[in-house]
């Protein structure tokens, strides 16, 4: 502070002072600004307001009373209703206007006169579903409903709706269409309660709606997203078309290996296109020679794909030999060179030296037969 | 002028919040910058730390006043505090820092031009030193400070612009306009009006000072009139806030109170100090108090004016 000056017109007032003296013209402006606001607006001419302000719902839980009076008991209802049947279609469990929609009041959403005496007052200008008639008094809380919700790995069209409706346009779906009886203890949004599919699927096809039904991820988030595996059955139990696609049904049985694979490994995301049920779309073979198409002739993929004796029925009557022991061999173990093979017995065979007194000449199955033992027809006995 | 969204609490919690961190950010510029020590007694960073603290915590009292659910059952505020996804927790971290950081400046402020007061704590702390590095340690107060200030001034104004259901206030520019304004009323409050009633020769001090009104004054004008330009051409809502304030029932205020008082009046008298080559203390008080209760009024019409979407 080399260059220090000594002030002048310094006020007598102690330094301190200016704190709240500062404070005080902050708060004089206030007050000043209040009072200057007040006498502005009483010199102003009367502007009408561009638009009126945002509608409100009515909390009308107070007044309500008498709709609980009727709804909340079978007799009442009854005694009341034109036809005693129909009663019970609108009795309202007491207890499932504990959320907080139903919390509102019934004339919140539904309008009509909750105080009147007699039935005909009480239900003058009643609203069956507020959100098909006024859906704008459900966006006034709800403007911002998500899109997608990543826990149900759901894609919904929120968004949209809510856009149309606050734009005045139509909008044939409403609220109530998913969300049921908001008031009468339906909450999807609790999960609590589990909507199926059906619910979507049968509003999307009484409707019409453009939304490809095979177009899993239209709704869906992710449906076959490996990372994130779902059961088939997770989604596929939802609706009777859907539940065509169940493992139990799978072209190839899902046994051993196979149902410990993942769907993508063979299949092609997302639509499952572009694979048959051949094992050679899958797999290599290793058999050069071989038909490649029908590897469970001779693998039994329920155990392990180890390699299997063959069963194969024709060939008895192919072989007239194809019996005893030779049902105990392996399919290569004749058909090393492949199926393309001669039936003699020298294929396989050899001819022993003690035979080459002129036996060897005639076909060795007139004295040998594969299912009995090997000297049973034998001359020398 | 009817309310339709939020009313005079919201605005003077605005105003005061942006007016003290506006004071703070004067006062820590003027500390940081050394012009503090070119004089025995500075009043501007005295007032400027000592009212920021304040102004804030008062406004933020009447923040709560006005959520209503805070006063019934405060312990919801903390709440607050983790829902990231809300640009109020970003605001209420911040004021929290800022809060204590202004009352540490203040207090700093305040033993820096009164060393009697180290002195009589010494006798119940005595651990305490002789004497304290104050320069030293406002210096790291004030950068810090500078920060959380420039947060809370441009916070006033993105806590109105993210609410997209009001149309006049859902644009960036708002938080531009907020900050602007609350330097233009922090420098107001705390050298035109404060100072100079303290010391009349505070204007004297500052050669520049007629420019730097000019250019604060000018550029409020022009995102102002953007704002409104903006808003106008948005239609539906936001221009019919606009004819509000400019046509309707806001109009005596703004075009007296905004325009004339707060712009014009200061531009003028700030020109013709600049033409005159000095600033006289009446003209630095005139200009002050104008341009602080403009300010108000600026941050009043925006709120008021606040017509929702309509649905």
């Known amino acids: 502070m080399s260059q220090k000056q000594k002030s002048k017109g310094i006020s007598k007032w102690p330094q301190w002072t200016i704190i709240p003296l500062g404070l005080g013209f902050a708060m004089l402006a206030i007050v000043l600004g209040l009072l200057l606001e007040s006498a502005a607006v009483a010199v102003t001419p009367e502007h009408a307001t561009p638009t009126p302000t945002m509608p409100t719902i009515a909390y009308s839980e107070g007044i309500s009373e008498g709709c609980h009076n009727c709804h909340f008991t079978l007799s009442a209802l009854e005694a009341s209703a034109d036809d005693p049947s129909d009663a019970a279609m609108y009795l309202i469990e007491a207890d499932s206007i504990a959320t907080p929609h139903g919390k509102l009041g019934c004339l919140a959403c539904h309008g009509g006169h909750g105080e009147a005496a007699d039935k005909e007052t009480a239900h003058e200008g009643l609203i069956a579903d507020m959100s098909a008639q006024d859906p704008e008094n459900c966006v006034i809380c709800h403007q911002d409903m998500p899109n997608e919700f990543p826990n149900d790995r759901l894609r919904l069209p929120h968004g949209e709706i809510i856009e149309r409706v606050m734009q005045g346009e139509p909008c044939d779906v409403h609220c109530s269409d998913c969300h049921g009886g908001v008031g009468h203890g339906f909450d999807l949004v609790s999960g609590d309660k589990f909507c199926s599919m059906t619910v979507c699927l049968d509003c999307h096809v009484e409707r019409n709606l453009a939304i490809q039904m095979a177009d899993c991820d239209a709704c869906h988030l992710a449906p076959h997203t490996e990372a994130i595996p779902l059961a088939c059955n997770d989604c596929h139990r939802s609706t009777e078309a859907w539940q065509g696609v169940d493992a139990s049904v799978h072209p190839v049985a899902l046994e051993g290996k196979h149902a410990e694979t993942a769907c993508f490994a063979c299949h092609q995301y997302p639509n499952f296109v572009g694979l048959s049920d051949t094992c050679s779309d899958c797999h290599e073979s290793n058999h050069t020679e071989w038909d490649a198409e029908d590897c469970a002739a001779c693998h039994d993929p329920s155990d392990g794909w180890v390699f299997a004796a063959s069963g194969w029925e024709g060939h008895a009557e192919l072989w007239d030999q194809y019996k005893g022991q030779h049902l105990k061999v392996s399919c290569n173990g004749c058909h090393f060179m492949g199926y393309d093979l001669d039936p003699s017995c020298t294929t396989c065979h050899q001819v022993p030296t003690s035979h080459d007194d002129g036996r060897a000449e005639n076909d060795c199955t007139v004295c040998h037969q594969a299912d009995q033992p090997w000297d049973a027809n034998a001359p020398e006995g | ?311």
């Open chain 2, 1 to 311: 002028m009817t309310e339709h969204y939020w009313g005079w609490l919201v605005a003077i919690y605005l105003f005061l919040g942006g007016m003290g961190a506006g004071a703070f950010l004067i006062a820590a510029v003027i500390e940081l910058s050394g012009k503090r020590y070119e004089q025995e007694y500075c009043p501007t960073t005295l007032v400027g730390a000592g009212v920021s603290g304040p102004l804030i915590v008062i406004g933020t009292v009447l923040l709560i006043f006005d959520l209503g659910a805070g006063l019934r059952e405060p312990w919801r505020i903390v709440n607050m505090f983790t829902n990231w996804s809300s640009v109020m927790t970003w605001g209420i971290w911040i004021l929290s820092f800022f809060i204590p950081i202004a009352f540490v400046y203040g207090v700093l402020e305040v033993m820096h031009v009164y060393p009697g007061i180290l002195e009589w704590l010494r006798r119940w702390l005595r651990f305490l030193p002789e004497t304290l590095p104050y320069r030293a340690i406002k210096r790291v107060v004030c950068s810090i400070g500078i920060l959380l200030a420039l947060g809370t001034a441009l916070y006033t104004g993105v806590l109105l612009s993210v609410v997209q259901a009001v149309p006049l206030w859902s644009t960036p520019i708002l938080p531009v306009l907020f900050l602007i304004s609350a330097v233009s009323t922090g420098m107001a409050l705390s050298l035109d009006l404060s100072a100079t009633v303290m010391v009349p020769e505070t204007p004297h001090r500052f050669k520049r000072l007629p420019v730097i009104h000019i250019a604060l004054i000018g550029l409020e004008i022009i995102v102002l009139a953007v704002f409104f330009y903006i808003s106008f051409q948005k239609g539906g809502e936001a221009a019919e806030s606009v004819q509000l304030i400019l046509t309707g029932a806001g109009s005596l205020i703004f075009w007296v109170m905004v325009a004339g008082l707060g712009l014009v009046f200061p531009l003028v008298l700030n020109v013709y100090a600049l033409l005159r080559g000095s600033h006289g203390h009446v003209v630095g008080i005139l200009a002050g108090a104008a341009i602080v209760v403009a300010g108000l009024f600026v941050r009043y019409l925006i709120v008021a004016a606040a017509i929702p979407v309509t649905v």
